[in-house]
């Protein structure tokens, strides 16, 4: 691809008008807050606010794309934080204590995938059950209470800052997308998951093992939130039962905002991401100017429901183009297709 072809797509794409849009509110709540949006306190509390929900993000992105979804993962999160200072308070090396947690979680993700791809279920109705189970278990093990985690490493990954300024959780944040965003744009793997999401039937015809694939990215999301769940509980030097009270909404809401549709079949990693920015740029926006946290809670949902809103105008704007492409017959000319 030419550098003009390029240019020409991104400025076509909606991580371009993604852009924009935040760059009209990073405007309005600068003048606002007659500044105080761009200082640099402002700037690193929306980084901060992003390492959590990344990871959740992630995982949503994949699934989405393969055309599935799931509601377990910020209850998967929250069970993980708890669970990892449940083995260290056993005598659990902290290694050792991180991969008992992540077999855990992954535990619930091949749940997730089993009651999709062998009973049935539709996506939202497993995920919602496994998400009342996990979160049944982890407010048994907590009884309303916290959890300390005060593993010095653990401790670490989560607090330190790179010269007393830069977390460095925000460092692996960036890291984490890039990996995903490389994975899905340049790997087979990747690529084979917008043809199931996009049409099951031909990725069978493919070659493509669609169940397999659905394994994968249901284990894979629970891992991704069971780790944001114990750096959440790293931040917090505890685990508690709300550390990530929006967590599923708030990824899925950042990969819907960013061109990841919730049909299926489109998206990608680096539009994930810049909606992502937008929308903890957005709710920081809000805490800038002062807005009442209950309203903040409203308008938040309101983005969800905006974004929601241009998902399906979208996804029907692709059905129309794929019927009228349907007619065409591939190598044929105009002139030979009546004849």
Excluded at 13 to 27: C, D, E, G, N, R
Excluded at 129 to 139: F, I, T
Excluded at 245 to 257: K, P
Aim: glycine share 12%; net charge positive.
């Amino acid at each position: 691809m030419t550098r003009s072809n390029w240019k020409s797509r991104f400025l076509k794409s909606k991580m371009f008008v993604l852009l924009i849009l935040y760059l009209l509110l990073i405007a309005v709540f600068s003048i606002i807050s007659r500044g105080q949006y761009l200082s640099w306190f402002n700037i690193r509390n929306i980084m901060n606010s992003m390492v959590v929900t990344a990871y959740l993000t992630c995982g949503a992105s994949f699934l989405m794309i393969a055309g599935n979804v799931d509601l377990s993962t910020a209850q998967v999160a929250l069970l993980s934080g708890a669970m990892l200072g449940t083995f260290l308070q056993m005598g659990f090396p902290w290694p050792a204590a991180i991969l008992a947690v992540f077999i855990v979680a992954a535990a619930a993700g091949a749940l997730n995938a089993m009651l999709i791809n062998e009973i049935k279920f539709q996506p939202f109705v497993a995920t919602m059950a496994v998400s009342y189970v996990v979160q049944g278990l982890m407010l048994v093990r907590l009884q309303g209470f916290s959890i300390d985690v005060d593993s010095p490493p653990i401790v670490w990954f989560g607090t330190y800052k790179i010269g007393g300024v830069l977390p460095v959780s925000i460092i692996f944040t960036f890291a984490i997308f890039a990996v995903y965003g490389v994975v899905l744009a340049k790997t087979k793997f990747g690529k084979s998951l917008y043809l199931v999401g996009g049409n099951p039937t031909a990725a069978k015809l493919a070659g493509l093992n669609p169940k397999r694939i659905s394994y994968i990215l249901f284990i894979n999301n629970a891992v991704l939130g069971s780790f944001a769940g114990m750096l959440q509980a790293a931040r917090l030097k505890a685990a508690t039962p709300n550390a990530i009270a929006n967590g599923m909404f708030a990824g899925m809401t950042g990969a819907i905002l960013g061109g990841i549709s919730f049909g299926g079949g489109s998206g990608g990693m680096g539009g994930a991401f810049v909606g992502l920015i937008l929308l903890n740029g957005f709710n920081a926006g809000l805490s800038t100017v002062g807005l009442s946290p209950y309203w903040q809670t409203a308008a938040s949902g309101a983005l969800l429901l905006l974004a929601l809103t241009f998902d399906y105008f979208n996804s029907r704007r692709l059905s129309s183009i794929k019927v009228r492409n349907s007619g065409r017959v591939p190598g044929v000319s105009a002139q030979n297709r009546g004849g």
